[in-house]
């Protein structure tokens, strides 16, 4: 029984693909957090026009900036974890499955290429 994978030991495997996969998944995430951080004006708008018939709606737009915010963060850590898993993948590191795993983690709620991407990682990694 096997209990760590080490990615020089798999030769089978196509380490590449995954780690190409990983680098553009990163590169769209970051881009993702980029575009987020441009037109937060604009959704705070847009979620403040629907605020008009609430009660309390400075609460309500103060849980929406913290849930942005936490959207922007979560956005960033992935893109910064995928592009680190995918590079030392590519390089053959033997931090690629920590990186992997951590990238796993955070992209699984990234409809849908990141959760086919972590699903798939996490089952390759988490044997």
């Known amino acids: 029984m096997e209990t ?7 030769s089978d495997a196509n ?14 995430r970051l881009a993702a957090a ?13 979620f403040g026009a629907l ?16 849930f942005y915010a936490a959207a922007i963060v979560v956005a960033i850590l992935a893109g910064v974890f995928s592009l680190l898993a995918g590079l030392s993948l590519l390089a053959g590191r033997s931090s690629a499955r ?7 983690f955070l992209s699984v709620s990234d409809i849908p290429l990141g959760t086919t991407l972590g699903i798939y990682t996490l ?5």
């Open 15 to 28: 380490w590449s693909t995954l780690g190409g996969l990983w680098t553009a998944y990163g590169i769209i």
């Open 51 to 66: 605020l008009s018939r609430v009660g309390n709606p400075f609460l309500w737009m103060g849980v929406f900036h913290f």
């Open 123 to 127: 089952i390759l990694f988490l044997r």
């Open 34 to 46: 980029i575009v987020l951080v441009v037109y937060s004006g604009v959704a705070t708008v847009m």
């Open 98 to 104: 920590s990186l992997s795993l951590v990238a796993s």
């Open 4 to 10: 760590s994978v080490n990615v020089a030991d798999k």
